[in-house]
């Protein structure tokens, strides 16, 4: 009884979370600021192709249009900008045919001349992060600044943050002699996972939300204490009748065999609701 409980759990969550899948945006170039006139390649990467997932967007000049719309060539969950123009800035993510979205990258058009390439995803506390400052065709020599605060000059154009913190979030952007300074993007920092992540570049499994799984204790968890209760009250009550000698010898009185047979009765419905 317990088990067939247990097995139900696990079912029902593992329905649950097969209708949850995830998928992650890549984007080429791999990085979040571009030039203006440059092609993007953006594609959603699922875990589960059962689900359509496409490109959408938010930008200045309009919210929440799909790849295809009035922006963008799509094929599938793919997506492409064959001349990026300032205006394309805004923030990209990717959207199931069911309304699940992705997390979202904050892509940034330049009509300037220098760039900073910054991680697209959000990275993990403890890692070393590389920045670099660059015009369309080399890598300069740069001072670089977070949150409009000068940290340093890179002759190579290259700066790396170890070991990064929170303390590290903000928006960081560099700044030439030759060639003027690039737009911002913001740097994200998350905390490390408990567990080991997955050895690919896999998306994240996807999650069950803790108020689903809370949901499915307070439905079943009175289903299966009440069998539990039951059958160890019925098997108790067995054996106690057993016990004393006296008791053994006498058969049982009416009202006993009554309860009995109206206990038997809830039994077998609760066995039944069970099978169901
Ligand atoms: C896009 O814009 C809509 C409307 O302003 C907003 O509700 C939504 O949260 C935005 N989405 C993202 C990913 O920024
Ligand atoms: C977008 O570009 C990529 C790489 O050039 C190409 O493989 C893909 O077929 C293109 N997709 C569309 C919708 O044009």
Redesign the pocket.
């Given at each position: 009884m317990e088990e067939t409980c247990l097995l139900r759990l696990l079912f029902v969550t593992s329905l649950l979370s097969g209708c949850t899948h995830q998928a992650s945006l890549n984007i080429s170039p791999n990085r979040t600021q571009m030039f203006e006139g440059q092609f993007v390649s953006l594609r959603c990467e699922e875990d589960d192709s059962s689900d359509g997932w496409t490109v959408t967007r938010?930008t200045t000049r309009g919210?929440?249009r799909q790849c295809g719309a009035d922006w963008g060539r799509k094929d599938g969950s793919s997506c492409n900008i064959s001349f990026m123009r300032t205006v394309d800035s805004g923030?990209y993510?990717c959207e199931s045919t069911g309304g699940a979205?992705s997390s979202?990258i904050t892509i940034t058009v330049t009509g300037g001349a220098v760039i900073l390439q910054s991680p697209v995803h959000p990275v993990m506390e403890g890692d070393d992060v590389t920045l670099t400052c660059t015009t369309q065709t080399s890598i300069l020599s740069a001072g670089f600044y977070k949150d409009d605060s000068f940290i340093r000059t890179e002759p190579t154009g290259h700066m790396t943050i170890h070991h990064v913190s929170r303390s590290d979030e903000g928006f960081y952007k560099c700044n030439t002699i030759s060639d003027g300074e690039s737009p911002p993007s913001w740097i994200t920092v998350t905390g490390k996972p408990t567990t080991a992540p997955p050895p690919s570049s896999a998306p994240p499994p996807a999650s069950t939300p803790l108020f689903l799984v809370l949901l499915h204790l307070v439905v079943f968890c009175p289903y299966c204490i009440s069998t539990v209760i039951m059958v160890s009250l019925y098997r108790r009550r067995s054996t106690g009748n057993y016990l004393p000698v006296s008791m053994e010898m006498a058969p049982p009185t009416q009202a006993e065999q009554g309860l009995a047979d109206e206990f038997d009765d809830v039994m077998a419905a609760v066995t039944t609701e069970h099978h169901l």
């Open positions: 938010n919210t929440r923030v993510w979205a979202s």
